[in-house]
């Protein structure tokens, strides 16, 4: 794993590090910021570094999306090392519609590609089409969407599923979710 570090035109993509908890408060206590994302804002610093502890620190493919400019978090992109493959990101909204996320994501991408990763899996609230506009940019494909009470949050949500294969088997299609909610269907107008 070591302290993989990528490059691309605007971005570097590191590892989260002890000092960036003021980034990742920044990053995770924004509450327009953290509305579809899987978990309540932090509410400060002291839940910032256990957020930082629990959630990002020494993950393989868990990057802080920084300015190159600055080399400070505005943002993370996840993949995670079990079978889903989840993909996930954020940033914060004063980056928001400048193409970053999409960047940052392409890169993770290809780094998940190169070592071997077969897919990735990726969801996202029906109530937030950005999120699936960048998985449809980075070439995934939407799957089937399931209907799943959301913890911690607890309030139904519409999740759609988008699959990125990356070994050649196009028609793979990751079951978990569709397995897992009784509630599940493919929608035609995506």
Excluded at 14 to 26: C, G, I, L, Q
Excluded at 41 to 69: M, Q, S
Excluded at 164 to 169: A, I, R, T, Y
Aim: aromatic share 16%; glycine share 6%; hydrophobic share 30%.
């Amino acid at each position: 794993m070591g302290n993989v570090k990528i490059e691309t035109d605007r971005l570097i993509l590191r590892k989260f590090e002890e000092n960036d908890t003021e980034a990742v408060y920044r990053i995770f206590s924004d509450k327009e910021v953290n509305t579809f994302l899987p978990w309540y804002p932090v509410k400060d610093r002291e839940e910032a570094e256990r957020f930082f502890k629990e959630r990002l620190k020494g993950k393989k493919y868990c990057f802080a999306v920084c300015l190159k400019r600055e080399n400070e978090p505005i943002g993370y992109v996840n993949a995670e090392d079990d079978d889903s493959h989840d993909f996930g990101y954020g940033l914060q909204k004063e980056y928001w519609h400048q193409g970053i996320v999409s960047e940052a994501c392409e890169a993770v991408v290809r780094l998940l590609k190169e070592d071997g990763v077969p897919y990735i899996t990726a969801t996202h609230d029906r109530n937030n089409p950005r999120s699936g506009a960048v998985m449809k940019r980075l070439g995934m494909k939407y799957c089937y969407s399931y209907k799943e009470q959301w913890q911690p949050k607890n309030f139904p949500v519409i999740f759609r599923m988008y699959q990125l294969n990356f070994d050649g088997q196009n028609d793979r299609v990751y079951q978990k979710y569709w397995n897992m909610y009784e509630e599940h269907f493919i929608e035609t107008d995506v």
